[in-house]
């Protein structure tokens, strides 16, 4: 039923945004060098790696950490970079993951296969068996702000509570802290 309802939704998505999209993408090309997407390896289900992509917002020189692990984050935003994350109009290639299976659209989001500390401590909870999410309950409750211990736990609940009732609340608590801005730090 999950992956079903994914399909349904990320072709609709698609299909409806695929003119914003490519505005986007175009805004992406004419306000900065390189690529309109940045690929980036993830750990998807069972600790397996997985390529995902994202709108670029950093410039191509920029180390491959997590944005909070940069010196200066600030320095490496590409002109329409902090728009695009603040709004995360940055994540809808994402869409992509999805309709390719490597994604869901709601579960733990996907961990950088550098973040070594965090995909062990979802190994040992079990949260790796999950497939990666759009969005997720951690996302929800803090996102960029939640220190790893604390994003662990909340995968953790969702792993317990996780139905297609639960996905859907994720959803609307998702739209809301976009709409609002809520949780970007950088």
Same mark, same amino acid.
């Given at each position: 039923m999950?992956?079903? =309802?994914?399909?349904?939704?990320?072709?609709?998505?698609?299909? %409806? *945004?695929?003119?914003?999209?490519g505005?986007?993408?175009?805004?992406?090309?004419? %306000?900065?060098? #390189?690529?309109?997407? /940045?690929?980036?390896? &993830?750990? #998807?289900?069972?600790?397996?790696?997985? &390529?995902?992509?994202? =709108?670029?917002?950093?410039?191509?020189?920029?180390?491959?950490?997590?944005?909070?692990? *940069?010196?200066?984050?600030?320095? /490496? *935003?590409?002109?329409?970079?902090? =728009?695009? &994350?603040?709004?995360?109009?940055?994540?809808?290639?994402?869409?992509?993951?999805?309709?390719?299976?490597?994604?869901?659209?709601?579960?733990?989001?996907?961990?950088?296969?550098?973040?070594?500390? *965090?995909?062990?401590?979802?190994?040992?909870?079990?949260?790796?068996?999950?497939?990666?999410?759009?969005?997720?309950?951690?996302?929800?409750? #803090?996102?960029?702000?939640?220190?790893?211990?604390?994003?662990v736990?909340?995968?953790?609940?969702?792993?317990?509570?996780?139905? =297609?009732?639960?996905?859907? /609340?994720?959803?609307?608590?998702?739209?809301?802290?976009?709409?609002?801005?809520?949780?970007?730090?950088?």
């Open positions: 999950k992956r079903l =309802f994914d399909l349904l939704l990320s072709f609709l998505a698609a299909f %409806t *945004l695929l003119i914003p999209m505005l986007i993408a175009g805004w992406v090309k004419f %306000t900065s060098k #390189g690529p309109v997407l /940045y690929w980036s390896d &993830r750990i #998807g289900r069972d600790n397996e790696i997985f &390529r995902m992509p994202k =709108f670029r917002s950093m410039q191509i020189d920029t180390p491959a950490v997590a944005t909070h692990l *940069l010196d200066d984050p600030d320095k /490496y *935003l590409t002109p329409i970079g902090r =728009f695009l &994350r603040r709004t995360s109009l940055d994540e809808l290639p994402q869409l992509w993951s999805i309709i390719k299976g490597d994604m869901s659209f709601v579960g733990p989001r996907p961990a950088l296969f550098n973040q070594d500390d *965090l995909i062990a401590l979802r190994s040992q909870h079990g949260i790796h068996r999950l497939p990666p999410g759009l969005t997720g309950w951690a996302q929800v409750n #803090g996102r960029d702000e939640l220190p790893i211990p604390q994003k736990k909340l995968d953790e609940e969702y792993l317990q509570r996780k139905s =297609f009732g639960f996905d859907l /609340y994720v959803i609307w608590l998702t739209f809301l802290k976009v709409i609002r801005g809520e949780g970007v730090s950088h």
